[in-house]
Structure formats: structure tokens, C-alpha cells
């Protein structure tokens, strides 16, 4: 966020966080307060690319919060897909719907928050960024249990955060990812946590290669890695 608010640029934050539960409603609402009020918001569970498409213009900062989020909720509604014999490919950029006018944006005002659907009538919508992916029971570890699923469920989110990776390299705007490492600690008991790991660690890497800094931030200080 220092990077954006010190950009003198027109700010797009693009949040990935979904606010399924009242834990996660806290945690998001902590984190509109704390961003400074200039900031345009655009709720955006799955498909970023729609912002960047529509947004990303050389008087732009876009913000992307986070990369590891969006790919948990990819993970989640494609196992769901897959467990109920789904198989569709992700849509991928180019020609697709505006995300302003689509999504979910958060503005700020003089008075505090206000939330408004951003369609051309201005009136509230719901969209598929509002609505929560079918309930998963993490106490059973079955979800993506076979290989092959699980490769067609890696292969379809990583050709989409491949596209994006391309988009943003290409954007006018100024593009920035935050993510997060997870693969330092223990091996996840359950196969979704596996192949989130593993997912997570191959989208790194693909946003990183065409990125033109890359940081790693440990106890508070950043760090250049590339």
C-alpha cells in the first residue's frame, strides 16, 4: 500500500478476499479502514482481469490484494465444479464484461463507507463475486483426492493466472501483486492443502518471471530479490 500511496497516480485496489464468514467480514472491514481514502476499491473474488482490461491506463496504480487469495478461491469452486462432474475452462482476457460495472466497488466519502453496486443504473447487484462457493468439509481431506482431477484443476488456474500475468506485463498502469509464500512451513495434512501449496508456488513463479521488481518481506523488511 506505501507503494500505491506514494504513486501520485489514480489507485485501483483490486481486493480478492471473499467475506464468506463473520471472522473474514472483520478482517476485510479492518482492512477498508486502514486504506487511505483516495483509494478506489473493486471487490473482486475472481476474475481481475476484468478490472485491469477496463482500468489499466498509464494514470493508474492498480493494487492487486492478494494473489494467494484468488487462487484459494479458484481452488474451492473449481473442486466443487469437479465434484459435481463440472469441467468448464476459466475465462480469460480479452473481451470480456467490465468489472466496474459488473462487480462490487467500495467507495469512500466525506461522511465514511459506502457500498454501491456499480452497474449503469447504479443500483445494488449481485454477481458471482457476491455469492459463496458450495460448503466444503475440510474434516474430510476428499476434495481433489484423485490426480487426475487434480492436474485439470492446477492446468485450468494456472493457464488463467498465465493470461494475467501476460495482461499486467502489458498494462499501461502501474501493476502491482501482493502474494504470499507458503511453501517454508509443513507439508498440509489434506490433499486441497497440497495442491494449494503447489498451486501457489507455480503462480509465484509465473508472476514473478514477468515482473519488473520482485520483493520478499520478512518480519517487516523488504527485501529485493530481483
Known amino acids: 500500500e506505501s507503494y500505491a500511496r506514494e504513486a501520485s497516480k489514480r489507485v485501483i485496489y483490486i481486493a480478492s ?12 472491514e479492518a482492512h ?3 486504506r487511505p481514502k483516495h483509494f478506489i476499491t473493486v471487490e473482486e473474488r475472481y476474475y481481475p482481469h476484468l ?4 482500468e489499466g491506463r498509464a ?12 487462487l484459494s478461491n479458484h481452488l474451492i469452486k473449481e473442486a466443487c465444479r469437479e465434484g459435481g462432474g463440472e469441467s468448464a475452462a476459466l475465462p480469460l482476457p480479452a473481451g470480456q464484461e467490465n468489472a466496474l460495472e459488473r462487480g462490487k466497488v467500495v467507495e469512500d466519502d466525506a461522511v465514511g463507507r459506502k457500498k454501491r453496486g456499480a ?9 458471482e463475486s457476491e455469492t459463496p462457493v458450495e460448503a466444503v468439509d475440510w474434516a474430510e481431506g476428499e476434495m481433489l483426492a484423485d490426480a487426475a482431477e487434480q492436474e485439470r484443476v492446477m492446468g ?8 494475467l500475468s501476460l495482461l499486467m506485463r502489458s498494462s499501461p498502469a502501474d501493476v502491482l501483486v501482493v502474494t504470499n509464500e507458503v511453501g517454508m512451513g509443513l507439508v498440509p495434512e489434506h ?13 509465484n513463479q509465473i508472476v514473478a518471471s514477468r515482473a519488473d521488481e520482485v520483493w520478499f518481506t520478512v518480519c517487516g523488511i523488504p527485501q529485493r530479490i530481483k
Open 191 to 203: 490433499p486441497l492443502g497440497r495442491i494449494f501449496r503447489d498451486l501457489s508456488g507455480k503462480a
Open 51 to 54: 478490472v485491469l482490461e477496463r
Open 119 to 127: 452497474g449503469t443504473d447504479g443500483a445494488a447487484e449481485r454477481n
Open 59 to 70: 494514470d493508474t496504480f492498480i493494487l492487486l490484494d492478494c494473489l494467494t487469495l484468488l
Open 32 to 34: 477498508r479502514q486502514h
Open 17 to 28: 478476499a471473499a467475506g464468506d464468514d463473520e471472522e473474514m467480514r472483520r478482517r476485510i
Open 156 to 163: 485450468r488456474i494456472l493457464e488463467y493466472i498465465d493470461s
